[in-house]
């Protein structure tokens, strides 16, 4: 099973009571990974999406306002927040996008880390219960609108670093998330993609979801066109509407992404075949403007 090294680490940092950040590029399967643990042991998990707008009121939790005017700080009327939540059932708090938290949130992450309570004003303190514990991703890649994350929280967890799959992973996960097409087509995708990852011009490559998005997306234009998924037009549109999105080129390139994509696809399927005459946008690659 593709990710046994690091599905082993996880349940053992877990079962020590470890917290655990899970460091790798988007599409490498951190999500899966945990969902994966967890069901093995039957351990619910709670998840948030880290972004600027998770402040420590939205992680802990809050005083319904309508009613705190008529019935003041009771405890009955405590929304908890993600936090509260795992930490009272136990449960796995799951936080996607770690370097997208603003600090003083995080602040409030480490102090449940450290000391598995948590003090709310009005509230009182809030103990976690059996199998609390924190999961959190993040892309070292990805450095818009991110903040940089501290040492404080790097020495609370256990680091698992994830690579991206091997090329047989990758063409196995795009088979079961797309319909069925020729194997020897799907392959070309799937090194398509994966040379963007390294590719001079790009800072960032596309993950595999960008390979699932180019076979589905062609897919349906060749059902629209009335021509086979391999027909050279098809699979272009689709890999400039599937990938460009998804890579970056560097600042000091002055290359376009389709013009990259352009070159990617006729080095792994071909230059356009006389028989198949290629239209519109694709009668000629995109301008490097």
Not at 220 to 226: K, T, V
Not at 263 to 286: I, R
């Amino acid at each position: 099973m593709d990710r046994e090294s690091e599905t082993e680490l996880l349940e053992a940092a877990l079962r020590s009571g470890a917290h655990v950040l899970l460091e790798g590029p988007p599409g490498t399967g951190k999500s899966t990974l945990l969902k994966r643990v967890a069901s093995r042991r039957d351990v619910p998990f709670v998840l948030v999406e880290g972004n600027a707008e998770l402040t420590p009121a939205r992680l802990i939790g809050h005083f319904d306002p309508s009613l705190v005017l008529t019935r003041g700080y009771s405890l009955e009327i405590f929304d908890d927040g993600p936090l509260l939540e795992a930490m009272r059932s136990g449960a796995l708090l799951y936080l996607e996008e770690l370097n997208r938290v603003p600090e003083e949130t995080l602040n409030v992450l480490l102090a449940a880390m450290s000391e598995r309570e948590i003090a709310v004003p009005r509230l009182g303190r809030v103990r976690a219960g059996d199998g609390f514990g924190v999961v959190a991703a993040m892309n070292p890649f990805d450095a818009v609108g991110t903040a940089r994350v501290s040492g404080a929280l790097y020495d609370r967890t256990c680091r698992i670093a994830m690579d991206y799959q091997s090329r047989e992973a990758e063409q196995h996960i795009v088979q079961m998330r797309s319909e069925r097409v020729d194997d020897a087509w799907l392959a070309r995708v799937v090194d398509l993609v994966r040379e963007t990852r390294q590719h001079p011009d790009l800072e960032v490559g596309s993950s595999v979801r960008g390979a699932i998005d180019f076979v589905r997306l062609a897919v349906e234009l060749a059902d629209m066109r009335l021509v086979a998924v391999t027909h050279w037009d098809v699979g272009l549109s689709a890999a400039r509407a599937a990938l460009s999105g998804r890579i970056r080129p560097h600042d000091v390139s002055a290359r376009r992404p389709e013009a990259i994509i352009h070159d990617l696809y006729v080095k792994h399927f071909g230059p356009a075949p006389k028989d198949e005459a290629p239209t519109g946008e694709e009668a000629s690659p995109p301008g490097e403007r």
